[in-house]
Each structure stands twice: as C-alpha cells, then as structure tokens.
C-alpha cells in the first residue's frame, strides 16, 4: 500500500471536506489552516490507482483550486 497526503486550495472547506471523505481511498480529512483548505491521507494498492484518485476524483471536484500530492516512505 502507498500512502500520501494531499493538500488542496478550494474555496468551499465544508462542501470540498463531505465530498473528499466520500473517495475509495480516504482514510482521513481535515480543515486546516495556513496555504492550504484541507488535508487527506490517502491508501492506494500502488502508484497507478494513486494517481486515478487524485486526478480523476478529487481534481474534479467543483470548488478546489490546485492540490499537491507527497507520497510518504
């Protein structure tokens, strides 16, 4: 299993924190503040399936701006 956390810019924290946790892979969510709205921790079997969710799920959700992907070791 990866593991990675992704930080996104949106500006509708509620709206963006319900839709996120509702993703395969989200084991967590938060408000959080600073440069960045919220902050997932994600799970995925490997790299493909990561990058499937945050590119084609979490990406194309109304509302977010820009996300930044670190994967953890």
């Given amino acids: 299993m990866i593991k990675a956390y992704v930080f996104i810019v949106?500006?509708?924290?509620?709206?963006?924190?319900?839709?996120?946790k509702a993703i395969e892979g989200v084991k967590?969510?938060?408000?959080?503040?600073?440069?960045y709205n919220v902050l997932l921790i994600l799970e995925a079997p490997g790299g493909k399936k990561l990058k499937e969710i945050v590119t084609k799920a979490?990406?194309?959700?109304?509302?977010?701006?820009s996300t930044m992907t670190t994967i953890a070791l």
């Fill in 10 to 20: 949106t500006n509708d924290e509620d709206q963006t924190l319900d839709r996120v």
């Fill in 58 to 65: 979490i990406r194309h959700i109304d509302g977010i701006l």
């Fill in 28 to 35: 967590e969510a938060h408000i959080v503040y600073g440069t």
